[in-house]
């Protein structure tokens, strides 16, 4: 089982000191990532930072790991890998270099899991083949051409580690749907319901635009409405294709009249002003400059 995931740094997380795109996405959504007990999956970093060779005290080291710490909070990802002294391990520490058994053992020891409990991702070919005989599992970055796995977008990552984390459970996997869903396709509060051959079945949300001229200088404002969506994947989690049913007519019509209602009896906020008394909902503009409609608090008298 899967307890921790350790990061190469540099070529695989960031690029002269600064992150690869979509590299810190795909922290922020792992992060929230869940072992196969239910336990939490933790983040760390393994890196070559600091020849031991040349190292000849506790404060040369401490240096190095507090130069190490900026280079971390520079690239915006230090968050993802607290505290430091369990979750990041560089050579100067360890007293090895990768691929050298002895800091990826240092790396697991520090966490408190054993090798065969870690999963280990880098750019570099020869340290993932070291890694595997040492019992770790393995993903790579970059098109590496060989018949170790691999990805080369970090879009493309979440849903390979999390086939790999929780290879007999869909929780980890369905955050990454529920993420894609909302990046590709609008589609909000993705929940899968049933998962068959063809892929996952569930319920999320999609905007609808209200368009009608009854309701005035509400028309063209958009409103959340609950859709069925069905959703296909490669053998890699990748989302191949989406369907999303529409709402049906009755179901529109209903919305128009919820409108009208929050409207006429006061409870809807049109002017962003702070909230009165009585009024439960309000129109908010996103960053397409989207009018839509949201629910601030239940209706209280």
């Known amino acids: 089982m899967i307890k921790l995931t350790l990061f190469d740094l540099g070529e695989t997380l960031v690029h002269e000191n600064m992150p690869i795109p979509h590299a810190v996405d795909t922290l922020e959504l792992i992060s929230a990532f869940t072992t196969q007990d239910g336990a939490k999956l933790e983040l760390g970093i393994i890196s070559n930072f600091g020849n031991p060779e040349d190292i000849e005290s506790e404060e040369e080291i401490q240096n190095f790991e507090t130069e190490f710490a900026s280079i971390l909070k520079n690239a915006g990802i230090e968050n993802f890998f607290q505290p ?20 990826f053992a240092a790396a697991a020891a520090r966490s ?36 170790l796995p691999e ?6 990552a979440p849903a390979q580690i999390a086939k790999i984390v929780t290879p007999d459970h869909d929780q980890n996997f369905e955050k990454v749907l529920t993420l894609r869903l909302k990046q590709q396709k ?37 409103i959340e409405m609950p859709v069925q969506v069905s959703v296909h994947c490669d053998a890699d989690g990748r989302i191949t294709s989406t369907e999303v049913d529409e709402p049906a007519n009755e179901d529109i019509n209903e919305a128009f009249s919820f409108v009208q209602n929050l409207a006429r009896r006061g409870q809807l906020n049109t002017c962003g002003a702070a909230t009165k008394p009585g009024e439960t909902h309000a129109i908010e503009t996103d960053a ?9 608090r239940y209706y209280n008298q």
Do not use: Y
């Open 186 to 222: 609008g589609i909000g509060n993705f929940k899968c319901l049933t998962k068959g051959n063809a892929g996952f079945r569930g319920q999320g949300t999609q905007l609808l635009q209200l368009v009608r001229p009854e309701l005035g200088e509400l028309s063209g404002a958009f």
């Open 151 to 156: 990805f080369s977008d970090w879009q493309d």
């Open 112 to 147: 408190g899991v054993e090798l065969s409990e870690c999963l280990f991702i880098t750019e570099d070919r020869d340290h993932l083949e070291k890694a595997r005989t040492l019992g770790m599992s393995i993903l790579g970055f970059g098109n590496m051409q060989s018949d």
């Open 84 to 103: 430091f002294a369990s979750r990041v391990t560089i050579s100067a520490r360890a007293k090895a270099l990768k691929p050298d058994r002895a800091i």
């Open 288 to 296: 397409n400059g989207r009018r839509i409609i949201v629910r601030q």
